[in-house]
Structure formats: C-alpha cells, structure tokens
C-alpha cells in the first residue's frame, strides 16, 4: 500500500511506494552521487582511499554513507576505501568492517557478549 511521506532528506511529501523514505528526486540525487563515488574511488591513483577524505568530497554523512553501504551500494570499492577502526585505531578496507569496528575488535566484541 502507498503512504504520503516526508522525504528524509528534503522534507518534500511524497507517494511511498516502497520503504524508501526519501523522494524520488533526492533518490535520484543520491544514485548520482553513489555512481560518482564509485568512479572517484575506481578512478584514483591511490592504493586506497580514506573514508573520511571520499564523505568530505562528496559532502556525505556517515550515517547516510552507512545505510548506503548495508544497501550495497560500495562493493565494488569496499576494498579500496579505509576507515580508522574506532577502538583500535588500524586502517583497515571497510569490507573488513562492522559498524565502525574492523572485524577483529568486532569479533572480539561479540565474544565480551
Ligand atoms: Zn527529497
Ligand atoms: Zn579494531
């Protein structure tokens, strides 16, 4: 069934048709900036490239960086783009992550459980 939403992200209502909770205009903006993300990682000289740099060129929140990451959004770049474990600080792929954990402290964490 379709609802009337707000987008999440513009405030614009919209039909929802399925449980994408953003419009289509600002989900064609956000498909846009994936495929440009993807390029840009694809693309670069680097070896790898810091999560923290790619959000900053693409003006992107981690959250919203996160959600697009569960959708599957990065595979293709998820073992050239690093993030900073944030409890013990290695750079690693964000293919090896969990959260914000890199898998080892996240395995660990799930054994203090
Ligand atoms: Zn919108
Ligand atoms: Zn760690």
């Given at each position: ?7 999440k ?11 994408r ?28 490239v ?9 003006n ?27 409890k ?13 954990l ?12």
């Amino acid at each position: 069934m379709a609802n009337v939403a707000n987008c999440k992200k513009c405030g614009a209502l919209f039909l929802q048709t399925s449980k994408r909770d953003i419009c289509d205009k600002c989900f064609e903006e956000q498909n846009r900036i994936v495929n440009e993300m993807n390029s840009y990682v694809i693309n670069a000289p680097e070896d790898t490239v810091p999560l923290d740099k790619l959000l900053e060129k693409f003006n992107m929140k981690i959250d919203e960086f996160e959600s697009l990451y569960v959708a599957g959004k990065f595979v293709k770049i998820s073992q050239k783009v690093t993030m900073k474990c944030s409890k013990c600080g290695n750079i690693v792929p964000i293919a090896n992550k969990t959260n914000l954990l890199c898998s080892s402290c996240a395995k660990k964490l799930q054994n203090e459980i």
